[in-house]
């Protein structure tokens, strides 16, 4: 079955400390993952996705197959970054529209 | 560019009766999936439409029904609410084919049903 965990509800850290959200997938084949975030009073918009191996607003995150995880990470976290963080997953043909979300990871940076 | 726009924002409506949800597409974009994001949780897919036809449906019961329109928009209805159909319930749109990238989800920001 396909699955994606975070095991994590709330990560608290303060600002300037490294962050790892991490997010662990359960699919047989060749998954596509993203993460999605959402700040406060947003829309869910993409943060990066591991086809495109970029690091957007100094996060990144490495497709570990053998582990089967996605884990996302920033050096220095900003209060900005403060904001509900999903995993999802894409299997099968790069056309569908299904995402398996997680169940979210809330951020949150402390002055 | 407004990006996806989701119709209405909020409603409320009781047990038994039927809803119906709007979705616009963002511009340039012919495929539009729906989610139903309960309140903690994370967004659960529903079924997407291309080609004005239901392509893909998560596990959700026939109560559960789209159409898609010429223009790309899309409607979700819900028959005989039940209470645990209370959530946010979002519209995603994205390109099926042509520029790389172009078949990222891009989420409208919701409508809200509450079923008492």
């Known amino acids: 079955a396909q699955r994606v965990t975070q095991p994590e509800k709330l990560l608290s850290v303060f600002k300037g400390a490294p962050v790892e959200l991490k997010c662990n997938y359960s699919?047989?084949?060749?998954?596509?993952l993203f993460w999605y975030v959402q700040y406060s009073r947003q829309r869910l918009q993409l943060l990066l996705r591991?086809?495109s191996r970029e690091s957007i607003k100094g996060f990144t995150a490495d497709l570990n197959k053998g582990e089967t995880s996605f884990h996302l990470k920033k050096p220095f976290a900003q209060e900005e970054d403060s904001a509900m963080y999903y995993c999802?997953?894409?299997?099968?043909?790069?056309?569908?529209?299904?995402?398996?979300f997680g169940q979210g990871t809330t951020l949150q940076v402390k002055p | 560019d407004a990006g996806v726009t989701q119709s209405p924002t909020h409603l409320i409506k009781t047990r038994g009766q039927q809803v119906t949800l709007r979705c616009s597409p963002k511009?340039?974009?012919?495929?539009v999936s729906w989610y139903q994001q309960a309140l903690g949780q994370g967004p659960q897919f529903i079924f997407q439409?291309?080609?004005?036809?239901?392509?893909q449906r998560g596990n959700f019961p026939d109560r559960f029904s789209g159409h898609q329109f010429p223009n790309y928009s899309s409607e979700l209805n819900v028959n005989a609410l039940l209470l645990g159909d209370s959530a946010l319930y979002l519209c995603?749109?994205?390109?099926?084919?042509?520029?790389?990238?172009?078949?990222?989800?891009?989420f409208g920001a919701g409508s809200r049903l509450t079923v008492l």
């Open positions: 699919y047989s084949g060749s998954p596509e």
């Open positions: 995603a749109s994205s390109r099926r084919r042509g520029l790389t990238g172009a078949n990222v989800l891009t």
């Open positions: 439409y291309y080609e004005e036809e239901e392509r």
């Open positions: 591991h086809i």
């Open positions: 999802a997953l894409r299997g099968g043909s790069s056309n569908t529209g299904k995402l398996i």
């Open positions: 511009s340039g974009h012919d495929t």
